[in-house]
C-alpha cells in the first residue's frame, strides 16, 4: 500500500497564482485533513472531510477551497496565493475504528 | 487560544538517559492523547496513544503518562537513542463516529546525543 500520497513536493508560486495540492490514499478511509506547518506554531487544521461529498472548515481555512468527490482524493486548491500561504502541508487520514491519523510526506509550498 | 502546549520547545538527552517530553492542555473533553513523531522533511508519524481514561500506556521504549486532574501527559523515552532525534508533537483527538479532529501542540525538538 502507498498510503497516503501527496504531489507535488515542492511548488514555488507568484502572488495571485492559484494551484492545487493533491493527496490521495489507497486504504479507503472517510476522513481526511488537510494541516499546514509553519515554524513555531505546530500543526493547524485547514479543512477536513468526513467522507465523499461532505467537507468543513477547520481552524485556518481562509484562501483555501477543498472538494471530495471520491474516498480516495482530497484535493487543497488555494485561489490566490499570497505569501502568507507559505508553509509546508500535510494530508492525513484516518479509518473510524483506528486511533489517530496517517500523514503524507508533504507539500513544501513558497509564494514569492 | 492554544488548547495544546508544549512549552519546552527543544531537549537535548544523551544516549542511554531518559527524555521526558511534556504536554499540558485545556480542553476536558479529548477522548484521545497522542505522541507524533516527525524526522526533517518527512510527515509526522504516529508513535503512541493514549486514551482519556486511562492513566499509562506503554509501547516497547515509550511510555506515555496521563494526568487528568492536572490536564498533563508526558512522553517517557528509556533509554534514549541517537535515532530518536526528532521533533516531537503531543496532539489531542476529539469526536467520535462522525467527525474526528486532531489538535496539536507546537513540537519538542529532542536531541540525543551519542
Known amino acids: 500500500n502507498a498510503g497516503v500520497t501527496q504531489t507535488p513536493k515542492f511548488q514555488v508560486l507568484k502572488t495571485g497564482q492559484s494551484m492545487t495540492l493533491q493527496c490521495a490514499q489507497d486504504?479507503?478511509?472517510?476522513?481526511m485533513s488537510w494541516y499546514r506547518q509553519d515554524p513555531g506554531m505546530g500543526l493547524r487544521l485547514i479543512h477536513y472531510?468526513?467522507?465523499?461529498?461532505?467537507?468543513d472548515q477547520g481552524e485556518v481555512p481562509n484562501g483555501y477551497n477543498v472538494s471530495r468527490s471520491t474516498t480516495e482524493d482530497f484535493p487543497l486548491r488555494l485561489l490566490s496565493a499570497a505569501p502568507s500561504q507559505t508553509s509546508v502541508y500535510f494530508c492525513?487520514?484516518?479509518?473510524?475504528?483506528?486511533?489517530?491519523?496517517?500523514f503524507g510526506s508533504g507539500t513544501r509550498l513558497t509564494v514569492v | 487560544d492554544q488548547q495544546v502546549k508544549q512549552n519546552s520547545p527543544s531537549l537535548s538527552v544523551q544516549e542511554g538517559r531518559i527524555s521526558i517530553l511534556n504536554c499540558d492542555y485545556t480542553?476536558?473533553?479529548?477522548?484521545?492523547f497522542l505522541w507524533y513523531k516527525k524526522y526533517p522533511a518527512e510527515g509526522p508519524t504516529f508513535l503512541i496513544s493514549?486514551?482519556?481514561?486511562?492513566d499509562k500506556n506503554e509501547d516497547g521504549r515509550f511510555t506515555v503518562f496521563l494526568n487528568k486532574s492536572a490536564k498533563h501527559l508526558s512522553l517517557h523515552i528509556v533509554p534514549s537513542q541517537p535515532g530518536d532525534s526528532a521533533v516531537y508533537f503531543c496532539?489531542?483527538?476529539?469526536?467520535?463516529?462522525?467527525?474526528?479532529?486532531?489538535?496539536f501542540g507546537k513540537g519538542t525538538l529532542l536531541t540525543v546525543n551519542p
Open positions: 492525513a487520514s484516518r479509518s473510524g475504528g483506528a486511533i489517530g491519523y496517517t
Open positions: 486504504m479507503n478511509h472517510e476522513y
Open positions: 472531510s468526513v467522507g465523499a461529498g461532505i467537507t
Open positions: 480542553n476536558s473533553m479529548f477522548d484521545y
Open positions: 493514549i486514551s482519556s481514561i486511562k
Open positions: 496532539a489531542a483527538e476529539t469526536g467520535s463516529g462522525s467527525n474526528y479532529k486532531l489538535t
